[in-house]
């Protein structure tokens, strides 16, 4: 392992960062400036699955049909639906499939490329034919690295189309539901269908907070006991990931509120209060995130103090023996002088009565700092 130079700790906090390879730091620059350059709706992020699948759930209060090998989209003109249609669709990177889906939901361009760039700050717009929600899922992985997932949805009078990068377990208990025909989500509308995603998303931050959480009580233990330089880069790598959820929460709470505060024709004001219930759930993981920071801020600190301190106790037991030691080196530098005439010298006991008058130099000093708490 690389010796780090702990006389520097900026220069270890910098080499600790630069080891963070589970964060999702890349921004797609490159493939942001070639969707420019050509036009066209480009996917922008990182292909995660081999082919696009889909999900079709169906259903109202007594009936239910799902389909899981191909996607009708009939019911986007089918006004007097009674059936509530969710759409799930696995994979962003197939853009021909993308757009034709978009095309037959009547999706905006910029809705478009809303949905194929991963790396899009979460937000809500309303167009008229529909909703658009644009958000992140963070959730820690088996491996303990940070998963950030796109999420997009798009609600309709009638329906939820969600769009994910992967195959994610987000949503398994939500279907169940559907499925088993459990609580009040078959006899609800769409709208109470996306907040019940939104809520399931909400719930996998507090997971991972709760995980970091978690993680920063170790580190405590450990600080106090042993604070080493492996700690200091788990720490920094704490620190990122806080910013992340951070960065994440906070257009998540601005959407909410902006969703709460606005008429719209999406969602009625029965499912308002649902909203509204989430936004204090947001809050609720805002403020939870910035006491983990503010704890890992109070960890690094102590850390240093920490250092300090074992430097400062390790210089005062230096100090004391060079102290105790030093009325002996005198003496000795003395007697080690190659002058003729020395009186000393021509003792016959003179060897002996040196080192007595050391010695209790020694015993002396020794009794003082002891006395003091210096030692």
Not at 104 to 133: A, C, Q, S
Not at 203 to 216: A, M
Request: proline fraction near 2%.
């Amino acid at each position: 392992m690389k010796e780090f130079d702990i006389t520097r700790p900026d220069k270890l906090i910098l080499t600790g960062l630069k080891s963070l390879v589970s964060l999702p730091l890349n921004l797609y620059t490159e493939q942001k400036s070639k969707a420019k350059g050509s036009g066209k709706v480009s996917f922008i992020g990182e292909k995660k699955l081999d082919e696009v699948s889909v999900q079709h759930y169906q259903y109202n209060k007594d009936e239910l049909k799902v389909n899981e090998v191909e996607y009708n989209l009939d019911f986007v003109k089918e006004e007097n639906d009674k059936l509530v249609h969710w759409l799930n669709i696995y994979g962003l990177h197939d853009v021909e499939i993308i757009q034709d889906i978009g095309q037959k939901l009547g999706m905006d361009r910029i809705t478009l490329r809303h949905v194929l760039d991963t790396t899009l700050r979460p937000k809500v717009e309303e167009f008229d034919k529909y909703l658009f929600f644009s958000i992140k899922s963070i959730l820690n992985d088996e491996d303990k690295s940070l998963n950030v997932e796109q999420l997009s949805f798009i609600l309709g009078k009638n329906y939820v189309v969600s769009f994910q990068e992967e195959h994610g377990d987000h949503f398994d208990h939500i279907r169940n539901k559907i499925e088993e025909n459990l609580g009040l989500i078959r006899s609800k509308r769409s709208d109470f269908l996306v907040c019940q995603l939104l809520d399931a998303v909400l719930d996998n931050y507090y997971e991972t907070i709760e995980w970091i959480n978690t993680e920063v009580r170790e580190l405590e233990k450990q600080v106090f006991a042993d604070p080493t330089q492996e700690l200091l880069i788990k720490m920094e790598r704490m620190k990122q990931v806080t910013q992340t959820i951070k960065k994440s929460l906070s257009p998540f709470k601005d959407s909410l509120r902006l969703i709460s505060n606005r008429e719209s024709s999406f969602i009625t004001k029965e499912a308002k209060k649902y909203f509204l219930d989430l936004m204090s759930s947001c809050n609720g993981a805002i403020e939870e995130i910035n006491s983990t920071a503010n704890s890992l801020e109070s960890l690094t600190n102590i850390y240093f103090s920490s250092l300090s301190q074992k430097m400062n106790e390790t210089m005062k037991v230096l100090t004391t023996v060079s102290t105790i030691f030093i009325p002996m080196t005198f003496i000795a530098g003395i007697y080690g002088m190659n002058f003729e005439y020395m009186p000393e010298l021509k003792y016959r006991y003179g060897y002996h009565i040196v080192w007595g008058v050391m010695g209790l130099m020694f015993i002396g000093m020794f009794i003082y700092f002891k006395r003091r708490k210096w030692l």
